[in-house]
């Protein structure tokens, strides 16, 4: 039985799967927010009561928001801010005393669908989280891709290609640096872009939704959205020319982005031709603990 822990800032997830990929079982708690120690308690306990009630014990995956450090070990680039500094991996191997294996939660996205998901069967999936942020994974031959300073998959921290006038220099980005690809294709950014259009305040989805519905104002929001969608894609197909891009997030419910950014991908993308395949991630927002529990996948 494979175990999977998504340890959000909100919430911590755990689910059980079998190896066919069947759910045996799915638990979900609070998450308690700046306090390390409760944190590595309540993981433990979820964990615990996850094989209580199954009757065996299993491996364990976790998804980590941020990344453990190759240098250090330590936690790194964590919006969950408690856990940045951390020996995170360490204290619950000893907490839960077996082996585990950690992976950033978009990776554990990415793996998920890679596995049994909307890219199964493809050597080469790069999965992608556009919501609250814009986060990435890229998995080869359904392993999970961490890279020399496990920052694979981080498309969202480099700048928007080819930017226009009126997006030069960009917003300010929290990382410190100004007009990263999060900044423009996040959902914050896509109220942002329409509020400035004169639209008024609005959710990315209640902005998609009108322009369904034919607001001009909306629509000319989703087209510029999936116009820099289309470039921010383009410049990863030409490094990684992946065989399928999955979405995943909030904004992978709008439908049009996946008629209209395989139109527009085709003029940034280094071939005379593009076959990578843009597809709605199949297990949705359980991508990331399943993708946790995969981590043992091949083991």
């Not at 034919?214 to 030409?238: C, F, M, Q, T, W």
């Not at 991630?281 to 996948?297: K, N």
């Amino acid at each position: 039985m494979r175990i999977g822990i998504d340890l959000g800032g909100t919430k911590i997830e755990g689910i059980a799967i079998a190896d066919d990929g069947r759910e045996a079982i799915r638990r979900r708690i609070t998450a308690p927010r700046d306090d390390y120690r409760r944190t590595l308690d309540a993981v433990r306990g979820l964990v615990e009561e996850i094989e209580r009630e199954l009757g065996v014990q299993g491996s364990v995956g976790i998804g980590i928001p941020g990344t453990i450090s190759p240098a250090t070990g330590l936690i790194k680039n964590s919006n969950s801010t408690w856990l940045n500094g951390t020996r995170l991996a360490g204290d619950l191997e000893r907490l839960l005393d077996r082996p585990l294996r950690f992976a950033n939660d978009a990776n554990c996205f990415a793996l998920s669908e890679a596995t049994d998901g909307a890219g199964h069967g493809a050597a080469i999936v790069f999965g992608v989280i556009i919501g609250t942020g814009t986060g990435g994974g890229v998995v080869v031959n359904q392993r999970v891709l961490t890279g020399a300073n496990a920052v694979s998959g981080e498309w969202g921290h480099n700048p928007l290609p080819a930017p226009r006038d009126g997006e030069r220099p960009g917003p300010a980005c929290y990382c410190g640096r100004c007009g990263c690809i999060e900044t423009f294709l996040s959902g914050p950014a896509l109220a942002r872009d329409y509020a400035a259009a004169g639209g008024g305040e609005a959710t990315a989805i209640e902005i998609a939704a009108r322009a369904a519905a034919g607001d001009p104002v909306a629509a000319a929001a989703i087209e510029r959205y999936a116009e820099r969608l289309a470039r921010a894609l383009g410049s990863i197909i030409n490094v990684l020319d992946p065989d399928v891009i999955v979405l995943g997030g909030g904004l992978s419910n709008i439908d049009r982005l996946y008629e209209r950014v395989p139109q527009l991908w085709a003029q940034y993308v280094f071939s005379d031709r593009v076959a990578t395949r843009l597809v709605r991630a199949r297990h949705g927002d359980s991508s990331g603990v399943r993708g946790a529990a995969w981590l043992w996948e091949r083991e």
